[in-house]
């Protein structure tokens, strides 16, 4: 004999039923508990659980899903950031010194200003 089908039986074009209301539903609620760490308990037929601690590796960092676009593998963010490391400046010898408040403007050759900034007032 063959099955009658019901409506609930049948897929819907989206897959979830008419029941469901996700509205309150918040995107990212528990982001950055979940960054620092999570506990799954897996409780098996016989009665007894096991509990598993999940835990960032040290020294993980943790990118987000914009900046993870660039960036591939740990290979790719660890050259970048060398990368940048060296744009930046030496720290001074200690006997140089600005005065408090004073600014410092570094001077551009005047080949390479742009024709396009505006004039000072």
């Known amino acids: ?6 409506k609930a039986d049948r897929k819907d074009g989206d ?5 469901y209301d996700f509205s309150g539903g918040v995107r990212g609620k528990h982001y950055r508990a979940m960054q620092a760490g999570y506990t799954v308990t897996i409780r098996k ?4 659980a096991v509990v598993k ?4 590796k040290e020294g993980a960092v943790i990118l987000e899903p914009d900046v993870r676009e660039y ?4 290979e ?6 060398r990368s940048l490391i060296r744009l930046i400046p030496e720290k001074r010898p200690s006997g140089t010194k600005t005065t408090q408040g004073a600014v410092v403007r570094r001077r551009v050759p005047s080949g390479s200003r742009s024709k396009s900034t505006s004039k000072r007032p």
Not at 1 to 6: A, C, D, N, Y
Not at 45 to 48: F, H, I, K, P, V
Not at 53 to 56: D, G, K, L, S
């Open 1 to 6: 004999m063959k099955k009658v089908s019901t």
């Open 15 to 19: 897959g979830m039923r008419a029941e």
């Open 45 to 48: 037929a016989d009665g007894t």
């Open 53 to 56: 601690e999940v835990r960032p």
């Open 71 to 74: 960036f591939s593998d740990s």
């Open 76 to 81: 790719s963010v660890n050259a970048t950031l």
